[in-house]
């Protein structure tokens, strides 16, 4: 799998964003006996290390003008009464995180403070209670997630590793491939290492593949080449020194 060379940038497509905020009408309903924090979340290895890889790639390498929010494991509220969903990362566009974390609806993804569902949300299956082709995929469409990803590096629920549906109308489709693109960006699995661990992830690319880099990998793609430079202008240094010319001394 390639690389990615430069921040992928999606603001001057006018596919992108169809549902603005603006196009959503959402009345406050009193959060005062809403619980937005809890102790009951127990992650693996694999989840904790996936989700940090899905959100810190977006915020190294994904360039864009327009704001967005990139979580793991924050409750996503789409209705009142109704209990929320946690996905394991959420992505959604056109959104600002909100200043005063103080106030109880700054501190969850609740659609009516941030004025729309989010673009995508990822569940990464560590067994097989979550229902995630089930009730799970349900509620999520009735929460209008532009798109719901299963990922299940154990195989879990059968041999299919990922699974990426799109809303249309009230139900999800299953896609054939995993470029979502109502976001601007696709998924994929590489095999490679990630904080000392060699395994099949699951990691952002563009549409042509190349992958969102992590800050690590850009400072190391940055690394090699300022190294590249460093020995061809050394072998050019070397070619002059041959023809009797003193490299120092030209400017």
């Known amino acids: 799998m390639s690389t990615s060379q430069t921040p992928i940038s999606i603001e001057n497509n006018p596919k992108f964003f169809d549902n603005q905020p603006e196009d959503f009408e959402f009345t406050a309903p009193d959060l005062s ?15 904790e290390k996936q989700q940090r890889l899905l959100t810190t790639t977006l915020y190294s390498s994904f360039s864009t003008n327009l704001p967005f929010l990139a979580t793991a494991n924050v409750g996503l509220f789409y209705g009142n009464k109704i209990p929320p969903l946690v996905p394991d990362v959420l992505l959604s566009l056109r959104v600002k995180v909100p200043e005063d974390w103080s106030e109880k609806k700054n501190r969850s993804y609740f659609v009516f403070s941030f ?14 209670i979550g229902n995630e082709l089930g009730n799970k995929l349900q509620d999520y469409a009735f929460a209008a997630v532009g798109y719901y990803v299963v990922f299940d590096p154990l195989k879990q629920l059968g041999e299919t590793i990922v699974r990426v549906y799109e809303l249309r109308g009230n139900s999800y489709v299953e896609l054939q491939n995993f470029y979502l693109p109502q976001v601007g960006l696709g998924l994929t699995i590489w095999h490679g290492i990630f904080e000392g661990k060699e395994y099949d992830w699951l990691r952002w690319c563009d549409d042509s593949g190349n992958i969102l880099l992590t800050g690590d990998e850009r400072a190391e793609q940055e690394r090699q080449r300022a190294e590249q430079e460093k020995q061809r202008a050394d072998r050019l240094a070397e070619i002059l020194r041959e023809r009797g010319i003193n490299p120092d001394e030209i400017l």
Do not use: R
Request: glycine fraction near 4%; aromatic fraction near 4%; avoid cysteine.
């Open 33 to 47: 006996d809403v619980i937005t924090e809890d102790y009951t979340s127990v992650d693996n290895l694999i989840t």
């Open 115 to 128: 004025g729309k569902p989010p673009e995508v949300a990822i569940e990464i299956v560590s067994n097989k």
